[in-house]
């Protein structure tokens, strides 16, 4: 883990343990200046782990997120790449159009996508994660879905047949999906196992499918394939992506977004 993150995990436990604090109280705790401490909240703010009233720090029990056994917190895949992410995320947010019935997926990058709909536009939306489930009930204007099952607290998913059905049902006009790793001979992959029936049931049941994947993940091999890239019309990332990959995606005849 790196100095970083090690620093974002400690400035978390603080807040957690002294039930509330100030960015003065965490400069002071974790050696750093009231400005990086800032930096560090405006970093963390999409991961909704921690809020701020009035000035004071306060840990979000109520957030989807969820500490895995090795004492990563998932609050950090969140904030990974955040700036990159949230482009990626405005970006698909842009494409959506009045009536459109969609499907989104798990993943950090599309939480921020349900959090960037615009709540003038009708929508039909399906989704089987809290954590996106969390971002868009609040939106009168759509039309919400939602796949239960058992519930998997590293990605916010819930998994089960009748999930899957509902999906299968569904005719999505766009659907958005996420993925840990893109490499052009092994595919698109995901981190888990118990993911691989609800992505490519997603992928299936949309007209136009869409990947949002982040730079960091291109040439990135993880355990579980789930699809080829030709299985998607069109892939959002950030403009950190390699020539490399814009040649080989254009190749393919997949529309290329860089946001």
Request: some cysteine; charged content about 25%; proline content about 1%.
């Amino acid at each position: 883990m790196g100095k970083k993150e090690e620093r974002l995990n400690h400035l978390i436990e603080t807040v957690k343990k002294k039930n509330g604090t100030t960015v003065k109280e965490l400069s002071s705790v974790l050696k750093v200046s009231e400005m990086t401490v800032r930096r560090d909240l405006e970093f963390l703010k999409y991961s909704d782990v921690l809020i701020n009233v009035n000035g004071a720090i306060l840990y979000n029990s109520k957030s989807s997120l969820q500490e895995a056994d090795s004492g990563y917190l998932l609050s950090l895949a969140t904030a990974a790449n955040v700036k990159e992410k949230t482009k990626i995320g405005q970006c698909a947010a842009s494409l959506l159009e009045e009536g459109d019935c969609i499907i989104i997926d798990n993943g950090s990058t599309t939480e921020i996508l349900a959090g960037c709909i615009d709540k003038e536009i009708r929508l039909t939306i399906l989704t089987c994660n809290l954590n996106i489930l969390n971002k868009i009930t609040s939106n009168a204007n759509a039309s919400i879905m939602f796949g239960g099952g058992y519930y998997h607290a590293d990605t916010s998913l819930f998994e089960s047949p009748e999930s899957i059905s509902l999906i299968k049902k569904t005719r999505a006009t766009k659907v958005f999906v996420s993925a840990a790793g893109i490499h052009e001979e092994l595919g698109v992959t995901c981190m888990n196992s118990y993911e691989l029936e609800t992505k490519r049931a997603i992928i299936k049941s949309g007209a136009v499918k869409i990947l949002l994947i982040d730079s960091s993940k291109f040439s990135k091999v993880t355990p579980c394939f789930f699809a080829e890239i030709t299985d998607f019309n069109m892939i959002i990332t950030d403009q950190n992506i390699s020539e490399e990959w814009i040649h080989k995606i254009e190749e393919k005849g997949i529309k290329l977004i860089i946001a």
